[in-house]
């Protein structure tokens, strides 16, 4: 045995500097799940249209993808990483220690999270005031400052406009990336109506975070997995339930579910286009500037991502559900994507 | 005497009964795990079956010279990068004329999959004498169209319910009045990798991935498997606390979660000897680790049971140990070896826990070529398809599981035989 684990040691080492380290024929991608369904799609057509390899993508979540891009800068680390967040300070300065210092970003589009229901059930109007004050594990009490265990059942007891049944919320577990969308935008974005907790975001900072971050854990938000295609089947079977998926699935699946308004505006396409849809959030890609020319193809791909044929209006990333920017964004970022321009973050915010 | 025998005939109704209601519970069990089974495999067969067929389009194009703008005399690079699709296109404008709008026009161009302007691309380019002629070609039909062709999409239900609409259905009624479209067996399934069209994905890259990774642990896991059971039976000394400790290690190993063996995976090959992720190398090496415990044990097993007698006569007649173990031991015991290796090898056919983090949970498009290109099994073809949102891949999803339990089947029923054909008895 001892023989055996010795000379398979030495099998893979000698394997190992050979010819490991000679390169790689194909782009390899990793991160974000939102946007694995949109890079797929463009790598596909990218490995038929051209005579390059067509990319291999892993689905590893916007943090561990980025976690895997900045390991460092040899050829064996991920040349693409996609996040459906922007890029953190303290991630560029991961990068930047382990010698990844020219990234290139490109924002690709918005992708909308839909808050929906079955089709046999009534169409919901919610505020974002009435999402957080359904689902947060603890709200304002009567007094201002005042907070107690969300004592909510019904979304007649939330808001005296919304139906008399139950709250049943299906959604992503924490580690997904929806969630942590739905969190910031959706229970934050109702949090801060509450004038008292907003003020509370200047004077402490993280209870205010924990306070509109945290989902209650009754029974009445249900962690569904991170299979959208089974909240979709659960909401079919259950009238009263809501569910909060993508808006991808919202768009596959029309015949069976609807979405929510929300504050108003009805989620499709041109309502997530203009940004009037309050929950929606922009979908990025960074690229490894020192892989181009080492690993083949890396240019011309990003050339394919940024081609109107793929995220244009009319383009087959729609198809599948992106939400395509700008005009001008878009001239302003292929360019930039041309030209790889190094990220920094200071410059824009 | 008589005392004895009246308590035993008081007793003997009860006991009868005993076993009666012994064996019926045994049936009753017995009849309950095969329900599940049976509605498990209705369930997936029902759901998959469709997947075996696939909707064609016919569709006359004409290769016109000034639309592609390349001629007969254009070089092969030239004839590549021609837009093909814009004929495509032209060809369902002309047959349903007056199509206006973004929307419908859009979905006009959805009728056939976006896979035909890359087919015509590759007939062009075998024979570039096609150009400037009209041909009919038959293309896959896309994935929406598909669906209703196999009555999955109910035309008498309100219009905003389905996603089909009207105007879909006057163009879909034309093309089936002129026979135009057609369900035929499912080739794709088994010629293609993995695609993010439904139409045209296919399981092989997931089946190649799977058969060089199964290579792999194969390949290693066998000769390390029975040397250290041939070993740990034969030469290691006994009552010895050293041996008794690998013993109770190797047992315990066979009991550890599968996704602790993928983390020591990424840690000692990926990060420490570099073995490139996504690999069947490193999947391979990985479902050795996870394999090597179950074969350790079945081997011993089989070793064990070998009767002594024949081992001994051996010795009497001067063979050294190493000769009793090549010549008589190894081979009586190959049944239960062989056995033993193909069930390991089953269950690592149907493992996905340590290969997620190994990278082998990933969008490949390319059939593999060896164990060094980037591949997938077939599990984690599965869980891929049954997590994408297209409608048509939960059809994909089930016919998959049906492709990867015939194979299991087949392993299974591999093992049987083997066993049956050299089995010996003593």
């Known amino acids: 045995m001892k023989k055996h684990s010795l000379v398979l040691g030495t099998v893979l080492s000698v394997i190992s500097t050979s010819s490991f380290a000679a390169g790689r024929e194909h782009i390899e991608i990793v991160g974000s799940s939102t946007v694995y369904p949109f890079a797929t799609v463009v790598a596909e057509t990218f490995g038929k249209k051209t005579k390059f390899k067509t990319p291999k993508i892993e689905s590893t979540g916007s943090g561990g993808g980025l976690k895997l891009f900045c390991s460092g800068n040899g050829i064996n680390t991920p040349d693409i990483t996609n996040s459906s967040r922007r890029i953190k300070k303290s991630e560029v300065e991961l ?21 929906a229901n079955s089709k046999k059930g009534e169409t919901f109007n919610l505020s974002l005031k009435d999402v957080f004050l359904a689902l947060a594990k603890e709200v304002p009490g009567e007094k201002e400052g005042e907070l107690i265990e969300n004592p909510y059942k019904t979304w007649k007891d939330v808001n005296a406009n919304l139906p008399d049944t139950k709250i049943e919320v299906l959604g992503p577990p924490p580690t997904s990336g929806t969630r942590d969308a739905f969190a910031e935008l959706a229970l934050e974005g109702g949090c801060k109506k509450i004038d008292w907790i907003k003020a509370l975001k200047k004077t402490d900072k993280s209870k205010f975070k924990s306070l509109c971050h945290t989902v209650r854990e009754d029974g009445a938000y249900i962690e569904a997995g991170e299979n959208d295609n089974l909240i979709v089947q659960k909401l079919d079977k259950n009238k009263n339930a809501l569910g909060v998926f993508g808006f991808s699935f919202l768009d596959q699946n029309e015949d069976k579910v609807k979405g929510a308004v929300i504050d108003g505006v009805e989620i ?73 321009k190094v990220l920094s973050l200071e410059e824009e915010s | 005497m008589s005392n004895s025998t009246d308590i035993i005939r008081a007793g003997l109704k009860k006991r009868y009964a005993r076993e009666k209601r012994f064996r019926f519970f045994g049936i009753v069990s017995l009849l309950i795990s095969f329900a599940f089974l049976l509605v498990l495999l209705f369930t997936i067969v029902n759901k998959g079956w469709p997947a075996f067929q696939q909707t064609y389009v016919k569709l006359d194009v004409e290769l016109s010279e000034d639309l592609l703008k390349v001629n007969k005399d254009s070089d092969e690079d030239a004839l590549y990068s021609a837009n ?21 026009k859009r979905a006009l161009k959805n009728i056939v999959s976006n896979s035909a302007a890359y087919d015509i691309r590759d007939k062009v380019i075998e024979n570039p004498d096609l150009l400037g002629t009209t041909q009919s070609y038959w293309f896959l039909a896309k994935d929406d169209i598909d669906v209703f062709m196999k009555g999955k999409i109910d035309r008498h239900l309100p219009e905003d319910e389905r996603r089909i609409k009207d105007y879909q259905f006057v163009w879909i009624d034309k093309l089936i009045e002129e026979d135009r479209l057609e369900k035929r067996f499912n080739t794709v399934l088994f010629s293609n990798g993995d695609s993010r069209e439904p139409e045209q994905s296919g399981l092989k890259g997931a089946i190649m991935g799977s058969l060089y990774t199964m290579l792999v642990t194969l390949l290693l896991s066998f000769p390390i498997a029975v040397a250290a059971a041939a070993y740990l039976e034969e030469f290691a000394p006994q009552n010895n606390k050293w041996v008794d400790m690998i013993e109770i290690n190797i047992n315990n190993l066979a009991a550890v979660p599968s996704i602790v063996f993928g983390l020591l995976g990424l840690a000692i090959y990926i990060n420490y000897f570099g073995v490139p992720r996504s690999t069947p190398l490193i999947g391979g090496l990985v479902l050795t680790l996870m394999t090597l415990p179950t074969i350790i044990i079945a081997s011993r097993a089989a070793i064990k049971s070998v009767p002594p007698s024949i081992k ?70 599965i869980y891929l398809w049954s997590d994408s949102p297209e409608r048509a891949f939960t059809e994909r999803t089930s016919a998959a599981i049906m492709v990867l339990l015939a194979f299991l089947v087949a392993m299974n029923l591999i093992a049987i035989l083997l066993r049956k054909k050299f089995e010996r008895r003593w």
């Open chain 1, 95 to 115: 990068c930047a220690s382990n010698g990844v210092e020219n990234i290139t970003e490109v924002q690709v589009g918005f992708d909308g999270i839909a808050i």
């Open chain 1, 268 to 340: 499709s396409f041109d309502n997530i286009a203009d940004g009037q849809y309050p929950v929606s959030r922009p979908l990025y890609f960074y690229v490894k500037g020192d892989h181009v020319g080492k690993v083949p193809g890396i240019a011309e791909f990003l050339a394919e991502f940024t081609s109107d044929d793929a995220w244009g209006e009319d383009g087959y990333l729609t198809e599948k559900g992106l939400i395509p920017l700008s005009e001008e964004k878009r001239e302003e970022i292929s360019e930039a994507a041309r030209e790889l």
């Open chain 2, 84 to 104: 093909y699709s814009k004929v495509v296109k032209k060809s369902l404008q002309k047959m349903f004329p007056g199509v206006k709008g973004r929307k419908q």
């Open chain 2, 312 to 381: 001994e006569a051996a010795v009497g007649l001067g063979a050294s140990k190493v000769q009793v173990l090549f010549q008589h031991t190894l081979p009586l015991a190959m049944p239960g070896i062989l056995t033993g290796t193909i069930i390991g090898m089953a269950q690592a056919l149907g493992e996905t826990a340590p290969l997620l983090m190994i990278g082998m949970v990933a969008f490949v498009a390319e059939v593999p070529n060896g164990i060094l290109d980037p591949a997938t099994v077939m599990p984690v073809q």
